[in-house]
């Protein structure tokens, strides 16, 4: 499987670039997996639901399925922040790609999402000068970028170049387990 990195401050795109990822790699016959980091309290399940009520009753793990889907939840019996290395193993082993949103700091090669200030975004300092994993720079402004780079600077509004990107240099985002669940 190829695993690459989202990277970018709240507002900037990763979301909207990922969600449109998805389709433009699934048009080329790829199976597509993602893992999102989330807030603290985050919730999948809503009261009244009978997969709440096992879990609030004190479930460690529920597990949902249907025909269509299927959903674990985990409760953890105290505080834990699962490593990005962790929730890919949890991962079905036949996807092709794995795109993860978040995780800025993960040791995970990744594409920095950086927007130009405007008046709809208030602009934030961009990474890719600090951080060895940064590969690719997505951006809406390469004129702006705060630093000139060798990395490649891919349209962030071009989500067919940015899937092609990922395709033509596939071999640099194969993963592999080993040593990575320490």
Not at 113 to 124: F, H, K, L, V
Request: glycine share 6%.
């Amino acid at each position: 499987m190829k695993v690459v990195g989202f990277a970018g401050y709240s507002g900037s795109g990763k979301t909207t670039l990922v969600e449109q990822l998805i389709p433009a790699l699934k048009r080329r016959g790829l199976r597509v997996s993602v893992v999102k980091h989330a807030h603290h309290k985050f919730d999948i399940d809503h009261p009244g639901k009978d997969s709440y009520r096992h879990r609030e009753a004190g479930a460690f793990e529920v597990v949902v399925a249907s025909q269509n889907r299927m959903a674990l939840m985990r409760e953890f019996e105290k505080p834990s922040d699962m490593t990005v290395h962790q929730l890919l193993a949890e991962l079905y082993s036949g996807v092709d790609w794995v795109l993860v949103e978040g995780f800025k700091s993960s040791d995970l090669l990744k594409i920095e999402i950086w927007r130009a200030p405007s008046a709809d975004y208030p602009g934030q300092p961009a990474r890719y000068m600090d951080d060895d994993f940064v590969v690719a720079i997505a951006t809406d402004a390469p004129d702006q970028l705060p630093e000139a780079t060798l990395r490649p600077v891919l349209d962030l509004d071009d989500v067919e170049a940015v899937a092609d990107y990922l395709i033509e240099n596939q071999e640099r985002f194969a993963y592999s387990f080993e040593n990575r669940l320490a």
